[in-house]
């Protein structure tokens, strides 16, 4: 064999030797390295909320909420409408939100109620503005609500991670933990920005303002504060969509871990006069939105049960995304 019949051997061999540690080397990546990326492990410890005062204390112990993992549910009763059959449960929303992760899981459900079968309310225009929640996810689920094409109880999910959202407007109502999705109503798009995919279901349970609050409650473990009045209330509750032109007995009680400063318990008596114009008129309701926070940094973001299957291509950017934005 010629010499440089030797060298083009050698190389040969060297190339199939590179490309085939390029691959182990690619595979090794894909299945260590990427598979923490997907899996979206990484070093995750937010600080604690502090503060000087109790307002100050209670604004840092609500963005804290957006950074911690945690679990929140919030049930929210009618005490006073104009149907004259108050009180009633009216809907719940459950959340799980692990920003460790990047994963929420959201579910709202709403019952058949006096209010929302309410006849006053069958030509009332933009009648999904008496949600009770402010975000625009709650807003088209009460759309939906307000449509008598929908049984009650409705339940709205939607699922977010860093690649894809999965979500479904009218799934089988939630038994405990376990969320479903219907084969027929759920759906799957890919989503490269995870903070704007949250948008919609993003909602602050307490804003910054000025006002002060009042201690009215102490344990070995929580402590608890008050605030009340229209004005004080106004400044510090984020108000949905809703035309409110006056407030009742509004207040609202916000009780804090004492160890941690992490939001506990939440209990807003929200008595407002809602204006629908164009004739219709103003009435009074008035909501009790309780919600409940545990599970911090331990909480377990569960992929909805059912068959959504996005297809293979979509699959594919799905899992890019996921690498891309780790």
């Given amino acids: ?76 009763r009618v005490l006073d409408d104009w149907t004259g059959e108050a009180p009633y449960a009216l809907d719940i929303r459950r959340l799980w939100h692990k920003p460790s992760r990047r994963r929420q899981l959201h579910t709202l459900t709403t019952f058949e109620t006096p209010l929302t079968r309410s006849n006053r309310l069958t030509d009332v225009p933009d009648r999904e503005y008496i949600a009770p929640h402010q975000t625009l996810w709650a807003l088209l689920h009460y759309n939906r609500v307000f449509n008598d094409n929908y049984a009650l109880p409705l339940t709205n999910v939607r699922y977010i991670t860093d690649g894809a959202v999965i979500y479904d407007h009218d799934e089988p109502t939630p038994a405990g933990n376990t969320v479903r999705v219907s084969d027929e109503q759920s759906g799957r798009f890919v989503s490269g920005d995870y903070e704007r995919a949250s948008e919609p279901v993003r909602r602050d349970l307490i804003r910054p303002h000025r006002t002060d609050w009042t201690r009215i409650a102490a344990d070995e473990a929580t402590v608890t504060y008050r605030l009340s009045g229209a004005d004080a209330y106004a400044q510090a509750v984020p108000l949905p969509f809703a035309p409110i032109s006056g ?80």
Avoid: K
């Fill in 1 to 76: 064999m010629a010499a440089g019949d030797d060298c083009f051997s050698g190389c040969r061999m060297n190339r199939r030797r590179f490309l085939a540690g390029a691959g182990i080397a690619t595979l090794s990546t894909i299945t260590g390295y990427g598979g923490i990326r997907v899996a979206d492990i990484r070093p995750y410890d937010p600080a604690l909320p502090t503060g000087e005062s109790p307002r100050a204390q209670i604004i840092a112990a609500a963005r804290h909420r957006h950074a911690a993992d945690h679990r929140a549910v919030t049930r929210v």
């Fill in 247 to 326: 407030f009742g007995d509004c207040w609202i009680e916000v009780t804090l871990h004492r160890e941690t400063g992490r939001l506990r318990r939440i209990v807003d008596n929200r008595a407002v006069v809602i204006d629908f114009q164009n004739g219709v008129g103003e009435w009074s309701l008035t909501y009790r939105i309780e919600t409940e926070l545990n599970q911090y940094g331990d909480v377990r973001v569960r992929r909805p049960t059912g068959d959504v299957d996005g297809g293979l291509q979509s699959r594919l950017r799905a899992l890019l995304f996921d690498l891309v934005n780790y």
